[in-house]
């Protein structure tokens, strides 16, 4: 149960405590659960619970790989200490596959795989009903981000999403849709905050297709508590499993202290994909341009990135490298990587 002192703030699912340190806030995870912006309220026997460790567990999957976020620790079942942020009032929706209020506003029908995975902003305001946002909205209507911070935004939120697809997949769930928060701390990072759960994310069986998230409480679909549970179970053992040595490139990596007798010098080139934003190289370019160098185009700006490695034959290094790329070095979404190994 919360403490007596009165939280700071109390939305709809979480109450927000003050501690002894100014920079660190506890989030109570409430069983209270509400759709449609408040209009539909309910509990979800339990829910409270699940909802701050499969958040506490996705924090720490997404840390490990790369993405700062608010999350501390876990204090109890149901609370984590997290560092103070400023919310941007913006809820970050990612898509993959059509659902809710993109088949309501596009007459699609829901299931369809898109394209390629949609990012889209709302305004996080729940009396104007979360209202869709344009850039330009953002920027200069309400004046509460900027072109750089938006591009920030969506590189982090389409990394995050293929750390979840590719997470779920492994645990027989599609990652339909989610909805992200950030905020800045007090020294101007912009950490990922608030939750990461079956209230802000649609799950799917892989197989079945069943509903495992807050739809089966907007919908009246019934089972709310096991379908939750059901999340819980999966991520459990999705973080047990990836927790064990895997019988890919990854072993070998783990016999290179045994087995490995070469050297290998590895050089990466990291660079933008051809038609990410690359405001940097565009600058560049521009400058190039007004000192005369008329010619100059396509120009891109990345990174090199050079170090060794022991492995028993190039083509292990190789797919270490490779490895290293896809979780660290590279941004696969956004950027190419190309591996020189000598
Ligand atoms: P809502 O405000 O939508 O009703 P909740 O009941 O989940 O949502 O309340 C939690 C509130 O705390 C949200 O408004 C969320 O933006 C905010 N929040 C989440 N993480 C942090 C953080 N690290 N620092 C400050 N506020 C946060
Ligand atoms: N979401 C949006 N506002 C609050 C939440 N939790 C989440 C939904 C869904 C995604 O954002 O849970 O996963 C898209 O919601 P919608 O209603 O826009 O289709
Ligand atoms: N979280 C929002 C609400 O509580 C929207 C939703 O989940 O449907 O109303």
């Known amino acids: 149960m919360p403490t007596a002192t009165k939280p700071i703030y109390s939305g709809k699912a979480k109450d927000i405590f003050e501690t002894d340190d100014s920079d660190v806030l506890r989030a109570y995870f409430r069983d ?16 409270g619970k699940v909802n701050a460790t499969i958040s506490a567990l996705l924090f720490t999957l997404v840390e490990k790989n790369g993405i700062k976020t608010h ?26 596959i059509a659902a809710g209020s993109l088949c309501k506003r596009l007459g699609i029908k829901e299931g369809k795989v898109l394209k390629t995975p949609i990012v889209e902003f709302s305004y996080k305001n729940d009396e104007l009903g979360d209202p ?3 850039r330009a909205y953002i920027k200069n209507a309400l004046e509460i981000a900027d072109d750089k911070t ?20 492994k645990n027989e769930i599609k990652v339909v849709d989610f909805k992200l928060e950030y905020g800045t701390d007090k020294d101007g990072n912009l950490l990922l905050a608030d939750e990461l ?13 069943e509903k495992l998230d807050k739809d089966r409480f907007r919908q009246d679909l019934g089972n709310v508590e096991g379908a939750y ?3 819980l179970k999966r991520v459990k053992s999705g973080i047990q499993d990836s927790a064990k040595p895997q019988h890919t490139s990854t072993q070998a990596h783990q016999h290179t202290s045994t087995s ?43 990174k090199e990135i050079v170090f060794k490695v022991s492995a028993d034959s190039e083509l292990k290094a190789k797919s270490q490298v490779k490895e290293m790329c ?4 590279a941004n696969p979404v956004i950027e190419d990587y190309l591996i020189e190994i000598k």
Do not use: C, M
């Not at 938006?150 to 997949?169: C, G, M, P, R, S």
């Not at 990291?270 to 400058?287: F, T, W």
């Open 32 to 47: 209270s659960a509400t759709a449609f912006n408040a209009q539909k309220k309910g509990e979800i026997h339990g829910k």
């Open 71 to 96: 999350f501390i620790k876990q204090i109890s079942d149901n609370e984590l200490l997290v560092k103070r942020v400023q919310i941007i009032p913006l809820e970050v929706i990612v898509r993959n």
């Open 132 to 134: 869709l946002l344009t």
């Open 150 to 169: 938006l591009d920030y935004i969506t590189e982090v939120t389409l990394k995050a999403n293929e750390i979840f697809k590719d997470f779920f997949l």
């Open 197 to 209: 759960s079956p209230d802000n994310f649609r799950f799917w069986d892989a197989k079945t297709n």
């Open 229 to 231: 549970q059901e999340i």
């Open 260 to 302: 490995a007798h070469k050297h290998f010098n590895i050089k990466v080139q990291v660079l933008p994909k051809k038609d990410i934003l690359d405001p940097q190289g565009q600058a560049v370019e521009k400058a190039l341009i007004s000192l005369g160098y008329k010619d100059v185009r396509d120009l891109k700006i990345g």
């Open 326 to 329: 896809e979780k660290l070095l």
